[in-house]
């Protein structure tokens, strides 16, 4: 659980940081991303417990 909140932190402060830099901060790429992050987290969580 702890490497999915920081993989969640470490996107949005990409984000930001990316915003800064384009003056561009547009939310629909980081919901994806996120999105992308738990769904992945939750299909290797079931990988692992059943081998």
Known sequence: ???????IL???VGWLLWGL?????ETDSLLLLIFGIFIG???GK???SST
Do not use: N, P, V
Not at 1 to 7: E, F, I, V
Not at 21 to 25: G, N, V
């Open 21 to 25: 830099f384009t003056k561009d901060f």
């Open 46 to 48: 079931k990988e692992s």
């Open 10 to 12: 470490g996107a949005i």
């Open 1 to 7: 659980m702890k490497g999915l909140l920081l993989a």
């Open 41 to 43: 987290h939750s299909i």
